[in-house]
């Protein structure tokens, strides 16, 4: 593994999406991918922007 991954907290991703940290844990429980690590959980920046990509929805440009 490359020494300069560098794993994201909760805050972290919750500023780069601008949600609530409520937002990211319920993110999280419909399959945001994290690590956890004793009790502390983690983000790999790469897998949260494939998540939110392939989990996005496009408003119907009819409305």
Do not use: C
């Not at 780069?16 to 790999?44: A, E, S």
Request: neutral net charge; without cysteine; aromatic residues 8%.
């Amino acid at each position: 593994m490359p020494s300069d991954i560098k794993y994201m907290t909760i805050e972290d991703v919750s500023e780069m999406l601008q949600v609530t940290r409520t937002t990211i844990y319920n993110l999280k429980k419909r399959g945001l991918p994290f690590i956890k690590i004793g009790k502390t959980l983690r983000f790999d920046r790469e897998d949260v922007v494939d998540w939110i990509e392939t989990h996005k929805t496009i408003a119907d440009q009819k409305e």
